[in-house]
């Protein structure tokens, strides 16, 4: 089978491809935000490098966030439209399971924090369990990272942090004295295209924002103060 990964829920823009031959290739294109220009120049470059085309895919699975509004947009339209287009399989992964199974497949074990820069000075955070396999403990939210260091170190559980969130604020985060920091900025592809294999095929994908955008929360705060 051959898989397409797109993850744009971050500042960075990657791209992976798993084929039936058994090769598998991730690639970070570009780490500023360059969603739109940097995608699909790049899924075509990956695609001719592994030798395959378009309408070799079997299967397109893409992050749904949460993660930064613009940046989700662009990776669940591409990958809806080219699973519409080449009439493949569409999977959806969340970038905080990602980095549950890029941690969990790095060798850590127990509770881990995935935080995922929102900007505007919050994180988009999910606590995970990590033994044989990974199971989420609660729901993703949007938090404040000195109230989710202030969490932890007030329930003294051991914890691994991982997740461009703890890079953004690393100084509040490594100062959990029952914290640990796995560092990992970028959504893991190779577990998105694990996963890809065997998860259920959707029909559609919704981008999970968690809040609005940047822009709306700006006009509706310029209101509040009119």
Avoid: K
């Amino acid at each position: 089978m051959n898989i397409l990964a797109i993850d744009t829920a971050t500042t960075a823009c990657a791209v992976g491809i798993a084929t039936d031959r058994g090769a598998t290739i991730v690639r970070v294109l570009d780490t500023d935000r360059h969603h739109t220009e940097s995608l699909a120049p790049g899924i075509l470059a990956l695609l001719e490098e592994c030798g395959l085309t378009p309408r070799d895919l079997h299967r397109v699975v893409v992050d749904r966030g949460p993660g930064l509004y613009t940046g989700l947009r662009v990776g669940v339209t591409t990958a809806t439209s080219l699973a519409q287009a080449l009439g493949c399989a569409l999977v959806s992964v969340t970038s905080l399971e990602l980095l549950a199974w890029g941690a969990h497949d790095d060798g850590v074990r127990a509770t881990v924090l995935c935080a995922v820069d929102g900007r505007r000075g919050e994180v988009f955070a999910q606590t995970f369990q990590l033994g044989e396999g990974v199971e989420a403990v609660g729901e993703p939210e949007v938090a404040r990272p000195r109230d989710v260091v202030i969490a932890w170190a007030t329930n003294g559980a051991p914890v691994t942090f991982t997740g461009d969130g703890v890079e953004r604020y690393l100084a509040d985060f490594v100062a959990v004295p029952n914290g640990a920091v796995f560092a990992q900025s970028v959504p893991s592809l190779h577990a998105a295209l694990t996963i890809a294999a065997t998860r259920e095929p959707v029909a559609a994908i919704s981008p999970l924002y968690l809040r609005d955008a940047d822009a709306v929360a700006n006009f509706s705060t310029r209101e509040r103060r009119s």
